[in-house]
């Protein structure tokens, strides 16, 4: 069974610039999630889908970044424009259903300067 | 406010001794409990999750959930280099809410 994939692994941009990233989640997997990691903490969800509906955006800060998962399956997390401060790894996990167990991507590496 | 707590170490052991992990939980209506492992400049992995008190076995690794006192661990018994990791703790409140990550604890496991 192939994992959950994201592109690109790096991103390298200048602040104020827009990057965005791709996840492609595991077959079958209804639940997406996206997450931000910064160096030496824990993951922090940033928004989560189920399908193709938005469950839980709290903490995503939306003057800035945007997400959508069309047709259930793909989903892109776009920032714009981009800050200092968002420098970190942007993780996209998957799951069969929402409170199960749930699988990772390799994630994406930005660096914002 | 729903928090994870985990001491963030770094926690030193030899090899083949036992390491405990702990993780406590703000939320007591959290249902779901799991353990990830996460090698520097990787994605979190799956180790164990855990739904009811008591103890779940896996191998060298031992699950520990007590809702009492909203604490869960993780043992990691005949310790390895390879263990060396860094360990999340992540709850679900349930209700198909969010989970939520504690900071990690830095495993060194000596040789």
């Known amino acids: 069974e192939a994992g959950v994939a994201q592109s690109p692994r790096y991103k390298i941009i200048e602040k104020r610039q827009s990057v965005a990233f791709w996840c492609n989640p595991i077959?079958?997997?209804?639940?997406l999630y996206w997450y931000q990691q910064i160096l030496g903490q824990g993951p922090k969800l940033l928004i989560q889908?189920?399908?193709?509906?938005?469950?839980?955006d709290s903490q995503l800060p939306k003057d800035r970044f945007s997400a959508e998962r069309l047709k259930g399956v793909d989903s892109t997390l776009k920032i714009q424009p981009a800050k200092l401060e968002d420098s970190a790894v942007y993780l996209c996990?998957?799951?069969?259903?929402?409170?199960?167990?749930?699988?990772f991507g390799p994630g994406t590496r930005l660096l914002v300067l | 406010q729903k928090e994870v707590e985990q001491n963030s170490g770094p926690l030193s052991v030899p090899e083949g001794a036992i390491a405990s992990l702990n993780c406590t939980y703000s939320?007591?209506?959290?249902?779901?409990f799991f353990w990830y492992r996460q090698y520097s400049g990787k994605s979190p992995e799956l180790i164990m999750f855990?739904?009811?008190?008591g103890d779940k076995e896996d191998g060298r690794f031992t699950a520990q959930l007590n809702k009492a006192s909203q604490y869960v661990s993780l043992l990691i018994r005949d310790s390895q280099p390879s263990d060396s990791a860094t360990y999340l703790c992540?709850?679900?409140?349930?209700?198909?809410?969010?989970?939520?990550f504690g900071t990690g604890t830095s495993l060194t496991v000596i040789p």
């Open positions: 996990a998957s799951s069969y259903m929402v409170q199960e167990t749930q699988y």
């Open positions: 077959s079958g997997h209804a639940t």
């Open positions: 889908f189920q399908n193709n509906g938005v469950v839980d």
């Open positions: 939320d007591r209506g959290s249902q779901s």
């Open positions: 855990i739904y009811s008190n």
């Open positions: 992540a709850v679900s409140p349930g209700g198909g809410n969010q989970f939520y």
